[in-house]
T-cell receptor
Framework: DTAVSQTPKYLVTQMGNDKSIKCEQNLGHDTMYWYKQDSKKFLKIMFSYNNKELIINETVPNRFSPKSPDKAHLNLHINSLELGDSAVYFC??????????????FGPGTRLTVL | SQQGEEDPQALSIQEGENATMNCSYKTSINNLQWYRQNSGRGLVHLILIRSNEREKHSGRLRVTLDTSKKSSSLLITASRAADTASYFCATDNSGGSNYKLTFGKGTLLTVNP
C-alpha cells in the first residue's frame, strides 16, 4: 500500500489557470507538508498542517491555498498560475512528538509545468 | 533562509569505493536528518541523528555530527550503482510553534559500475 500518495503525477497547464493537487497519507500521521522543489533541486517548505491546523506558512503567495479536510488529506489549490510556479511539488507527512520532528515520508511528487 | 549546505555539490566514484558527503548549518538544531532522492522520485529518509549524538550507523551508512562546528557527514561504504542519487541533509531547528525541517541543496552522487 502506498504510504503518501499524490495526484496527479504530471500537470501541464496554461498561465492564468487554476489547478489543484491532492495528497493522502495512510500512515496515521498528525502532520502533513507541502514542499516545492525547483529546477536546481532546492526543496523549500511551503505549508505545514498539524491535525488539520495550519502551523507553517512560509511567505507563499496567497494564490496558493492549502486545505486539510481531515488529518489524512492535504490538498493544494493554486490560482492564476504563473510561469514561475513550474516545479515539482511534494507532499510529506510525519508523526510529531513534543518539540522535535521525526522522519518525514514523502509522496512521489507532482511535476507542474505552466506554459 | 537556507540552513544546510551540502558539499560537494556533485561526486562521482567507482562501485566499491566509499562516498563522503558533508553538510554545514548555521543555527542550533534539535536533530539532523539525511534523505536520498532517486531521479524523478520523492525523498526517502535514511537516518536521523539527534543533537546530543555524535555518530550513528545504519547498514552501510555512517553519520557523524559535530555541533561545535555545526557540521555533519554522511559516509556510504562499499558503494553500489544503486546508490546513485541526490543526498540531502535537513535540519530540525524548530522552536516555539515553528516546527519544520530545512533542507540543503543536495549532493548528486554518481556511482559508476
Amino acid at each position: 500500500d502506498t504510504a503518501v500518495s499524490q495526484t496527479p503525477k504530471y500537470l501541464v497547464t496554461q498561465m492564468g489557470n487554476d489547478k489543484s493537487i491532492k495528497c493522502e497519507q495512510n500512515l496515521g500521521h498528525d502532520t502533513m507538508y507541502w514542499y516545492k522543489q525547483d529546477s536546481k533541486k532546492f526543496l523549500k517548505i511551503m505549508f505545514s498542517y498539524n491535525n488539520k491546523e495550519l502551523i507553517i506558512n512560509e511567505t507563499v503567495p496567497n494564490r496558493f491555498s492549502p486545505k486539510s479536510p481531515d488529518k489524512a488529506h492535504l490538498n493544494l489549490h493554486i490560482n492564476s498560475l504563473e510561469l514561475g510556479d513550474s516545479a515539482v511539488y511534494f507532499c510529506a507527512s510525519s508523526p510529531f512528538s513534543g518539540r522535535s520532528y521525526n522522519e518525514q515520508f514523502f509522496g512521489p511528487g507532482t511535476r507542474l509545468t505552466v506554459l | 533562509s537556507q540552513q544546510g549546505e551540502e558539499d560537494p555539490q556533485a561526486l562521482s566514484i567507482q562501485e566499491g569505493e566509499n562516498a563522503t558527503m558533508n553538510c554545514s548549518y548555521k543555527t542550533s538544531i534539535n536533530n539532523l536528518q539525511w534523505y536520498r532522492q532517486n531521479s524523478g522520485r520523492g525523498l526517502v529518509h535514511l537516518i536521523l541523528i539527534r543533537s546530543n549524538e555524535r555518530e550513528k550507523h545504519s547498514g552501510r551508512l555512517r553519520v557523524t555530527l559535530d555541533t561545535s562546528k555545526k557540521s555533519s557527514s554522511l559516509l556510504i561504504t562499499a558503494s553500489r550503482a544503486a546508490d546513485t542519487a541526490s543526498y540531502f541533509c535537513a535540519t530540525d531547528n524548530s522552536g516555539g510553534s515553528n516546527y519544520k525541517l530545512t533542507f540543503g541543496k543536495g549532493t548528486l552522487l554518481t556511482v559508476n559500475p
